[in-house]
């Protein structure tokens, strides 16, 4: 384990002695990285470009979902530790401050483009058109008492159609990913959250009692209705062919990749296409970001020139390659600004 304060000597010695050959025999000679399973696939894309046309060797990328990379690179530094965490939502307050508290006192926050998280299905079924309060109703485990009045109740419904007469009568069931998920914190954030705000006194709450509001609106039912499908959105893809009745969650990327097999749902009357997503139609996308542990850069060999290459106008531009892996592009003047701060790996500084 590195010590606080002795990385620059660390960085100076191997240097002086070919970098990476000592690096190597400490340990590790290649950039680790771990985090999101949204981000993973254009992170990958990344690191097979970059092994293919560089000296250094190909990244090492775990999917362990956003919060669990966040838990493993706020662990500490040193070869022990991941060099980089990807995530499908900004870093929380309370993961910022274990950074420091451990020692990580320097990160670098880069967004990389933006993201849709769809609700999609089979294509051996039809397309549905949903609001965000139909998947409040559908998901959430309290619901407001279908008899009337301003009560909660333990959610009552089992078929879509029992949640809006114009939707299918079929069972509700959807495959989604755990708490640990970034797409799992940005679904309840944007999708469910956004439909609790359509019923009044519900929305009025979040004035009076702010923890009560949030332990309604993203308290995800528990009664078989949503399952929980890990971190593996390969899996879901494949467990909706097997039951067409059934609806995944996950991001666009994964839809696009699989457009032969599934089918996005709209929501508000629009559908998770790229455009659409794109201009800020589509009512459920987020921003997708990469962290760096700037100790780690100048030590473990390769990190600047793999920060280069992510950051390029061929990867995540708007012709890049990772616009073809489902990737929405940031308007020029925020890629701008985001390779810059990649580049001179300007710390990140989050107050409460």
Not at 60 to 82: Q, R, V, Y
Request: net charge positive.
């Amino acid at each position: 384990m590195w010590k606080k304060g002795v990385t620059l000597a660390v960085a100076s010695m191997l240097m002086a002695s070919g970098g990476t050959s000592t690096f190597a025999a400490s340990g590790r000679d290649y950039i680790s990285i771990v985090g999101s399973s949204t981000v993973y696939p254009f992170a990958t894309t990344v690191a097979e470009q970059f092994g293919k046309t560089t000296r250094y060797k190909t990244p090492k990328i775990e999917s362990t979902g956003s919060g669990g990379g966040m838990k493993l690179f706020c662990a500490g530094s040193g070869i022990n530790t991941p060099d980089m965490t990807n995530s499908s939502r900004r870093i929380k307050f309370s993961e910022y401050e274990k950074c420091q508290q451990n020692g990580v006192a320097n990160v670098t926050e880069v967004k990389i483009g933006y993201d849709g998280i769809v609700l999609a299905n089979s294509k051996a079924t039809a397309q549905v058109n949903l609001t965000k309060k139909d998947i409040f109703l559908a998901l959430a485990k309290d619901v407001p008492d279908p008899k009337g009045g301003e009560k909660l109740v333990a959610n009552p419904y089992t078929t879509w159609k029992e949640v809006n007469a114009s939707l299918p009568g079929t069972k509700i069931e959807v495959l989604g990913p755990p708490p640990t998920s970034g797409t799992r914190d940005a679904f309840v954030e944007l999708a469910m959250e956004g439909g609790c705000k359509k019923i009044d006194w519900i929305k009025a709450m979040k004035k009076t009692d702010k923890k009560q509001f949030k332990a309604v609106c993203h308290t995800v039912r528990e009664d078989g209705a949503y399952i929980e499908a890990g971190e593996n959105d390969n899996l879901i893809v494949q467990k909706l062919e097997a039951n067409p009745k059934a609806f995944g969650i996950f991001g666009f990327s994964f839809l696009d990749q699989n457009a032969d097999k599934i089918h996005g749902s709209m929501v508000g009357g629009e559908a998770p296409t790229f455009e659409n997503i794109a201009a800020g139609k589509y009512p459920v996308s987020r921003s997708l970001y990469f962290y760096v542990k700037n100790a780690h850069v100048g030590v473990v060999p390769g990190m600047s020139e793999f920060l280069e290459e992510f950051s390029s106008e061929k990867a995540w531009g708007e012709e890049g390659y990772l616009s073809d892996k489902g990737l929405i592009p940031m308007p020029t003047e925020e890629r701008n600004q985001f390779a810059a701060d990649a580049k001179n790996l300007k710390p990140l500084v989050m107050t409460k």
